[in-house]
């Protein structure tokens, strides 16, 4: 064999013997080869312990025979971005389930709007918007509270209207039940106020979102 190949391959051995991640894992040898990774100078403490906790508690799950502590953790690292990736999926889940619990609650809708407009001779210096809604109970037990909110779209779908806000805290909702009111709102009489004026009411959109439903029995959603 060549003898500068052969100084070569002994220096790589020296190199990779010198290098904790670079050996084999033995079951035998771990402790002394995890107090080796932590003393390694160049690897961040985070790797380190990634590295720590998944041989202290998955060498029984998981085959490790013929692999170095560098693939080793490797493997790790993708399980940990899996499982963090899951959980983060599983939170979105929750908070989607959460949101259609509460809108499948309720069935909320505007039958009707007015613009009534400011009257200086009547005392009314301001111009609302009024609307006619009804909210049917979907559920088997009596409300007392709600607060929702909507926005408004015309028939292009553009937004005309937001920020109506509707707290409703005065009457009871029978379980099944539905109850008709009137809110109004003050006109601030800009550009996305006369659009609103002036549409079809019949081409209206009205989008809700409900922020939170209290019932009698004293349970909540939100």
């Not at 080796?36 to 060498?59: F, H, P, V």
């Not at 407009?117 to 979907?138: E, G, L, M, R, V």
Request: hydrophobic fraction near 35%.
């Amino acid at each position: 064999m060549n003898k500068n190949f052969t100084i070569f391959l002994f220096s790589f051995a020296l190199i990779s013997c010198s290098n904790p991640l670079e050996r084999e894992y033995n079951a035998i040898n771990l402790d002394r080869d995890i107090i080796a990774i932590e003393k390694i100078e160049n690897m961040n403490q985070e790797d380190k312990n990634i590295l720590k906790e998944w041989l202290r508690n998955s060498n029984l799950k998981h085959d490790l025979t013929g692999k170095t502590y560098h693939q080793i953790l490797e493997d790790a690292k993708k399980f940990a971005e899996m499982d963090e990736q899951f959980l983060q999926d599983k939170i979105n889940n929750d908070d989607e389930n959460e949101e259609d619990k509460v809108n499948k609650a309720l069935n909320i809708s505007i039958n009707d709007y007015n613009h009534k407009p400011a009257n200086i001779n009547d005392y009314q210096f301001n111009s609302y918007h009024i609307f006619k809604y009804t909210i049917h109970n979907n559920s088997d037990k009596e409300i007392k509270a709600i607060k929702f909110g909507f926005h408004i779209y015309n028939a292009l779908g553009d937004e005309i209207g937001d920020g109506y806000m509707k707290s409703f805290t005065d009457k009871r909702i029978k379980p099944y039940g539905t109850y008709k009111g009137t809110m109004s709102f003050n006109a601030e009489n800009d550009i996305n106020d006369l659009k609103l004026v002036n549409s079809n009411f019949d081409d209206l959109i009205f989008n809700f979102t409900v922020n939170k439903i209290v019932y009698t029995d004293g349970t909540e959603l939100m």
